[in-house]
């Protein structure tokens, strides 16, 4: 980088010295052009030169000197050319030392930040560990509380299973008494009965106990199903079918004997 600003430098002072130079030649022409002028004015006036060999002597100083001035102007441009050439090195420079500090300046918070970065993880990596540590605690004390609750479960299906056996025990004992009882004789006195009120319903023989007497059946809108006299008058028994609602109306002790 300091090789770099040397050169721009070393270019203006050689420009620098080559202007000088020219600006010397200039200034000694002038005084030579001055110091010819008076002597050509002495040797005319004391010589009496002849006034147009002067005259081309002054035309000759004149074009050499605006010659000089010419090559001076061409300096002065390059001179400044030079200083805009200058300018954008320098500036460029300027500019790849900011960017040069900006990249310096961007490594060191990338460097910050990864500093930063590789610390939260590190923190939040710790921070997972406990959460799984934790969860998988919990997760051995749930499980541990579900098996005993299990067990619980398991001991109390089973008394409920002996329970239920024991109640199933119970019920074919009850089940066998109703059967039973419904396959007991009824024996109705006279007077009217309901089906499924004052006797289930079902099949049944009718046998008179006594004498007998009138036996009449009517169902459950009215409608006449049986009308039987039972006894020596008329006929031993009677099979007939009874449902819900039907009506039994008996005028003498009757024997109601269930048919599978």
Same mark, same amino acid.
């Given at each position: 980088?300091?090789?770099?600003?040397?050169?721009?430098?070393?270019?203006?002072?050689?420009?620098?010295?080559? @202007?000088?130079?020219? *600006?010397? *030649?200039?200034?000694?022409?002038?005084?030579?052009?001055?110091?010819?002028?008076?002597? @050509?004015?002495?040797?005319?006036?004391?010589?009496?030169?002849?006034?147009? @060999? $002067?005259?081309?002597?002054?035309?000759?100083?004149?074009?050499?000197?605006?010659?000089?001035?010419?090559?001076?102007?061409?300096?002065?441009?390059?001179?400044?050319?030079?200083?805009?050439?200058?300018?954008?090195?320098?500036?460029?420079?300027?500019?790849?030392?900011?960017?040069?500090?900006?990249?310096?300046?961007?490594?060191?918070?990338?460097?910050?930040?990864?500093?930063?970065?590789?610390?939260?993880?590190?923190?939040?990596?710790?921070?997972?560990?406990?959460? $799984?540590?934790?969860?998988?605690?919990? *997760?051995?004390?749930?499980?541990?509380?579900?098996?005993?609750?299990?067990?619980?479960?398991? %001991?109390?299906?089973?008394? $409920?299973?002996?329970?239920?056996?024991?109640?199933?025990?119970?019920?074919?004992?009850?089940?066998?008494?109703?059967?039973? @009882?419904?396959? %007991?004789?009824?024996?109705?006195?006279?007077?009217?009965?309901?089906?499924?009120?004052?006797?289930?319903?079902?099949?049944?023989? *009718?046998?008179?106990?006594?004498?007998?007497?009138?036996?009449?059946?009517?169902?459950?809108?009215?409608?006449?199903?049986?009308?039987?006299?039972?006894?020596?008058?008329?006929?031993?028994?009677?099979?007939?079918? %009874?449902?819900?609602?039907?009506?039994?109306?008996?005028?003498?002790?009757?024997?109601?004997?269930?048919?599978?």
């Amino acid at each position: 980088m300091e090789l770099e600003r040397a050169k721009p430098q070393s270019k203006w002072t050689k420009a620098v010295k080559v @202007a000088g130079i020219i *600006a010397g *030649a200039i200034i000694i022409l002038l005084i030579g052009v001055v110091w010819g002028s008076w002597g @050509a004015k002495v040797s005319l006036n004391e010589r009496k030169l002849d006034s147009i @060999a $002067l005259e081309k002597q002054i035309d000759k100083q004149k074009n050499e000197s605006e010659k000089l001035q010419g090559e001076l102007d061409a300096l002065k441009k390059d001179i400044s050319s030079k200083q805009e050439e200058k300018d954008k090195v320098a500036a460029l420079i300027a500019s790849r030392e900011q960017v040069e500090n900006e990249l310096k300046n961007t490594k060191d918070q990338l460097k910050d930040t990864k500093g930063t970065l590789d610390t939260e993880l590190k923190n939040g990596r710790g921070k997972l560990e406990q959460q $799984l540590k934790d969860a998988r605690t919990k *997760a051995d004390e749930k499980i541990s509380s579900i098996n005993s609750e299990m067990d619980d479960v398991k %001991a109390k299906l089973k008394d $409920l299973q002996s329970e239920l056996k024991s109640k199933k025990s119970e019920l074919a004992s009850l089940t066998g008494q109703v059967q039973k @009882a419904k396959g %007991a004789p009824k024996i109705l006195q006279a007077g009217k009965y309901t089906v499924g009120k004052d006797l289930p319903a079902g099949r049944y023989l *009718a046998t008179p106990v006594g004498s007998g007497s009138n036996f009449v059946v009517w169902d459950y809108g009215g409608g006449l199903e049986v009308n039987t006299i039972l006894g020596s008058n008329g006929n031993p028994s009677y099979t007939f079918e %009874a449902d819900e609602d039907y009506t039994i109306q008996t005028e003498a002790t009757v024997k109601l004997t269930p048919i599978r």
